[in-house]
Each structure stands twice: as structure tokens, then as C-alpha cells.
């Protein structure tokens, strides 16, 4: 069982910068990711970026590619957003599977926290 922890959502002005947190318990496998999804309102969940949990690759969206980074410490796995815009603004989820970019390959979610981006 491996559960997630999101922390660190919140409300900021156009270009500003939030760092998200996913707190990981229990152990995933080395082969899994752990992965950064959002969904906005009335929105299907979208793929933000994601780690390799056994090294240290990274994945991006091109949405966010060069204003997001994703990096972990320990077991924990970090999201820093800059230069943020109203259309980020999302519920933001942690979740770690074996998937890439489908959420429906990630068998663990956590339980999200808003990010709310003003223009």
C-alpha cells in the first residue's frame, strides 16, 4: 500500500511561483513514477509532469516544459511552478503507478490541493 500526501496549494497573482509537495509512504516499486496530474473544473485530469521513482528521470508536458520543474528528495516529490497563469489554475493531484502520462495507469492518488492562479 503506498498512500500520498499533497501540500502547498494555493492562491497567487499571474507570473507568480507555488512549490507543491507529495509526501510518499510505503514503498512503490523502483520500475513505477511518480506523477503530477491536474483537473480543472468540468475538466478531464491532465498530465503535468512525472519522476522516476528508481532514478532520476523526468517527464513534462508542453504545457508546462521549461516554467515547471518536478524533483524528488527522499520520499518526497516536489513540484515548482513559475511564471504561473490563470490557466494553470487546477486542483493539483500526486499519483505514482507504472504510467507516464494516463492517469489511469497510476494505481494511487492523493487527495489534491488547489491552485488558484488570479490574472
Known amino acids: 500500500q503506498v498512500q500520498l500526501v499533497e501540500s502547498g496549494g494555493g492562491f497567487v497573482q499571474a507570473g507568480g511561483s507555488l512549490r507543491l509537495s507529495c509526501a510518499v509512504s510505503g514503498r512503490p516499486f523502483t520500475s513505477w513514477r511518480v506523477g503530477w496530474f491536474r483537473q480543472a473544473s468540468g475538466k478531464e485530469r491532465e498530465f503535468v509532469a512525472a519522476i522516476n521513482w528508481g532514478n532520476p528521470a523526468t517527464y513534462y508536458s508542453n504545457s508546462v516544459k521549461g516554467r515547471f520543474t518536478i524533483s524528488r528528495d527522499r520520499n518526497t516529490v516536489f513540484l515548482e511552478m513559475n511564471n504561473l497563469t490563470p490557466e494553470d489554475t487546477s486542483v493539483y493531484f500526486c499519483?505514482?503507478?507504472?504510467?507516464?502520462?494516463?492517469?489511469?495507469?497510476?494505481?494511487?492518488w492523493g487527495q489534491g490541493t488547489q491552485v488558484t492562479v488570479s490574472s
Open positions: 499519483g505514482t503507478g507504472t504510467g507516464y502520462s494516463s492517469p489511469s495507469s497510476y494505481r494511487y
